[in-house]
């Protein structure tokens, strides 16, 4: 696994590993697919025994925004649907990948993202675009 901005000050919530309630997932890139794993707790719950499906959002969020950002692509999502087909269970560990579909004048990418439960099914499938943006001003 790698994380180019470990050990760096920011508190993102996906990422960081200073952020206390945050996700700390950390990325790899495998071809042309990013990839986290990441298994829900008690606190990531909406239904009892199943993760919230805002998180859900914010982690395929996180990973597409990853597959550009280990790219050294800064970026803000400016649009994003989600496909929720099954349940995702607590205490499971889920696999979570990552890749582009289309690049549009090197400004605007369509992402897409998918969340894997231990059988193979997908749970939750993304779609998103990310807009390029000048990292100084953030
Ligand atoms: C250190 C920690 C690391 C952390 C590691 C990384 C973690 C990242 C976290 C995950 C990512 C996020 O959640 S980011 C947070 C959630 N997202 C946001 O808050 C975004 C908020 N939105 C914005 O700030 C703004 O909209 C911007 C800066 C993205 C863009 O503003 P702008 O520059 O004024 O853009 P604008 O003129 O409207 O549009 C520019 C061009 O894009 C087109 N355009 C605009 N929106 C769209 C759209 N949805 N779909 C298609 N095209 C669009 C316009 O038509 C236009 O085309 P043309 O006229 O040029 O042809």
New binding site residues.
Partial sequence: MQNR?KGSD?M?F??SERNPIGFKLKFTMDGDICRTEFTAGEEHQGWNGYMHGGLIAAIL??TM??WL?LKDIS?????MTIRYSLGVPVHTRLRVESWCEEEKRGK?FHMAGQIILPDGKVAAKARA?F?K?DPAQF
């Fill in positions: 901005i920011h993102c996906g990422c969020d996180e925004a990853w950002w970026i803000m999502t400016v649009e605007l675009k807009m943006i």
